[in-house]
């Protein structure tokens, strides 16, 4: 109340002169700050905002928007939330948040009901992502359920006019682009809540579903394939889950959903999303056992890279590669059908000319590129696999086995040094590996 009482006092001439409508700064992801006379909406389809009297400014789009603040000393806690979003002060930031949803909390003279609204609505998505920053995730899931039928009883009239059925209320609601700025946050982390307690189906129904649904919704009305990014993410999510459980169909065909909708987002051209989810249908593809049509997969890129970087008139006149011939882009999906054809060719392995085939393109990947540290990580398993696998299949010559143990364990070195965060070093191939290491690596 004291707060309340000292923010009255201080604005109270300047509440008088512009009505009820209170001063702010939008923040952007891009480091502007915006000072706006008044905020005048807060959706899906972005922040809009008066620089002057009479003089909106330029809507800012939700991606681009980072925090929006509101003047007077009332709003410390409310404009320093964005500031908080880390585990060490997930409990201030759910203490700041609640204490604007106190029952009888009422808006400064100066903000209308609408303003006040949109406040509330924030602090609502905020104290979920604090409890969600704690690991609380049943009480998350609850807080992000709640922010979301908040703000579905709370559509803002607007220009987009994209129509989305919610999971959670069973509303069909008609003018989904008005839903509070922070809604597609909240479907995705009430997925991830979900997911975070094992329960992959109601993140799938009640979250990931309705996100993709609408992502798609508001894409096709303004034709800003941004929208696509939350469920982009969100399908990512469900197959890595389902490659973690050995679902490895399921995985595949959340990655070919997530190769189609980088392609819708990006309006056909080609991007690392798009890459990574083809690459990612191969893997799942020889996990299933399928490998001639995984082997589709590598095939081209491996071959186009082939193409380019040996392009010659004859063995005694080379020509140079060329201009632009391999992008950053193009050595990741390369590399990574590298990594797709050594794992083809471990499954089918079973002498030691097809052990040398998948360990030249492990070591095919590795020279390729080195900046991702997910597929390097599968090359260097894949390397240490093959060539501990050629040390079994030469045991009957101690010292050519000897030379691929130690090979062996030079790649797994790496793999558990240098790229310690790559899911490749908490493979069941591992343990494996070392036996093979310890039993065919000569004592010094």
Same mark, same amino acid.
């Given at each position: 109340?004291?707060?309340?009482?000292?923010?009255?006092?201080?604005?109270?001439?300047?509440?008088?002169?512009?009505?009820? !409508?209170?001063?702010?700064? #939008?923040?952007?992801?891009?480091?502007?700050?915006?000072?706006?006379?008044?905020?005048?909406?807060?959706?899906?389809?972005?922040?809009?905002?008066?620089?002057?009297?009479?003089?909106?400014?330029?809507?800012?789009?939700?991606?681009? @928007?980072?925090? @929006?603040?509101?003047?007077?000393?009332?709003?410390?806690?409310?404009?320093?939330?964005?500031?908080?979003?880390?585990?060490?002060?997930?409990?201030?930031?759910?203490?700041?948040?609640?204490?604007?949803?106190?029952?009888?909390?009422?808006?400064?003279?100066?903000?209308?009901?609408?303003?006040?609204?949109? @406040?509330?609505?924030?602090?609502?998505?905020? @104290?979920?992502?604090?409890?969600?920053?704690?690991? $609380?995730?049943?009480?998350?899931?609850?807080?992000?359920?709640?922010?979301?039928?908040?703000?579905?009883? *709370?559509?803002?009239?607007?220009?987009?006019?994209?129509?989305?059925?919610?999971?959670?209320?069973?509303?069909? #609601?008609?003018?989904?682009?008005?839903?509070?700025?922070?809604?597609?946050?909240?479907?995705?982390?009430?997925?991830?809540?979900?997911?975070?307690?094992?329960?992959?189906? $109601?993140?799938?129904?009640?979250?990931?579903?309705?996100?993709?649904?609408?992502?798609?919704?508001?894409?096709?009305?303004?034709? $800003?394939?941004?929208?696509?990014?939350?469920?982009?993410?969100?399908?990512?999510?469900?197959?890595?889950? +389902?490659?973690?459980?050995? /679902?490895?169909?399921?995985?595949?065909?959340?990655?070919?959903?997530?190769? &189609? %909708?980088?392609?819708?987002?990006?309006?056909?051209?080609?991007?690392?999303?798009?890459?990574?989810?083809?690459? &990612?249908?191969?893997?799942?593809?020889?996990?299933?056992?399928?490998?001639?049509?995984? *082997?589709?997969?590598?095939?081209?890129?491996?071959?186009?890279?082939?193409?380019?970087?040996?392009?010659?008139?004859?063995?005694?006149?080379?020509?140079?590669?060329?201009?632009?011939?391999?992008?950053? =882009? #193009?050595?990741?999906?390369?590399?990574?059908?590298?990594?797709?054809?050594?794992?083809?060719?471990?499954?089918?392995?079973?002498?030691?000319? =097809?052990?040398?085939?998948?360990?030249?393109?492990?070591?095919?990947?590795?020279?390729?590129? *080195?900046?991702?540290?997910?597929? *390097?990580?599968?090359?260097?398993?894949?390397? +240490?696999? +093959?060539?501990? %696998?050629? !040390?079994?299949?030469?045991?009957?010559?101690?010292?050519?086995?000897?030379?691929?143990?130690?090979?062996?364990? &030079?790649?797994?070195?790496?793999?558990?040094?240098?790229?310690?965060?790559?899911?490749?070093?908490?493979?069941?191939?591992?343990? /494996? #590996?070392?036996?093979?290491?310890?039993?065919?690596?000569?004592? /010094?």
């Amino acid at each position: 109340m004291y707060r309340f009482l000292i923010t009255l006092l201080a604005l109270a001439a300047g509440a008088a002169s512009l009505g009820a !409508a209170a001063r702010g700064i #939008i923040d952007t992801r891009d480091g502007r700050n915006l000072p706006a006379i008044s905020i005048e909406g807060e959706s899906l389809h972005g922040v809009t905002w008066m620089a002057q009297r009479n003089q909106p400014g330029t809507r800012v789009e939700i991606w681009d @928007v980072l925090h @929006v603040r509101y003047d007077g000393q009332m709003f410390d806690q409310y404009n320093s939330m964005a500031r908080k979003l880390t585990p060490a002060q997930s409990r201030r930031l759910e203490e700041d948040a609640q204490s604007y949803l106190r029952e009888g909390e009422k808006p400064p003279a100066y903000m209308s009901e609408v303003e006040w609204t949109r @406040v509330q609505l924030t602090c609502r998505f905020y @104290v979920a992502r604090a409890l969600a920053l704690q690991e $609380k995730w049943p009480e998350a899931a609850e807080k992000f359920a709640d922010y979301l039928k908040a703000a579905e009883d *709370r559509p803002i009239d607007g220009p987009l006019a994209a129509t989305f059925r919610s999971a959670i209320s069973g509303r069909e #609601i008609t003018k989904a682009g008005g839903l509070h700025r922070l809604y597609l946050d909240g479907l995705e982390g009430l997925g991830l809540a979900y997911m975070a307690m094992k329960e992959p189906v $109601k993140a799938n129904e009640l979250a990931f579903k309705p996100l993709q649904n609408l992502g798609a919704a508001l894409a096709s009305r303004t034709n $800003k394939g941004e929208y696509y990014s939350w469920a982009i993410r969100a399908l990512r999510t469900i197959a890595i889950n +389902a490659e973690e459980n050995k /679902e490895f169909k399921a995985a595949s065909d959340a990655w070919d959903s997530l190769f &189609k %909708m980088a392609q819708a987002k990006d309006s056909g051209r080609p991007s690392r999303a798009q890459y990574e989810a083809m690459l &990612k249908v191969g893997y799942m593809k020889v996990k299933e056992g399928e490998l001639n049509e995984a *082997r589709t997969r590598f095939f081209g890129p491996i071959s186009r890279w082939e193409a380019g970087a040996h392009s010659e008139d004859s063995v005694s006149n080379p020509k140079p590669p060329q201009a632009g011939w391999i992008s950053a =882009d #193009i050595a990741y999906l390369t590399a990574g059908s590298y990594v797709g054809q050594g794992m083809i060719d471990a499954a089918r392995a079973n002498r030691a000319e =097809d052990w040398a085939s998948a360990l030249t393109n492990f070591s095919m990947a590795l020279a390729v590129f *080195r900046s991702d540290e997910e597929v *390097r990580g599968m090359a260097l398993l894949g390397a +240490a696999h +093959a060539s501990s %696998m050629l !040390a079994q299949v030469n045991a009957a010559k101690p010292d050519v086995a000897n030379l691929h143990a130690r090979l062996a364990e &030079k790649y797994l070195t790496e793999l558990t040094t240098e790229v310690s965060r790559a899911s490749s070093t908490r493979s069941e191939a591992i343990p /494996e #590996i070392e036996a093979r290491i310890a039993k065919f690596k000569k004592k /010094e």
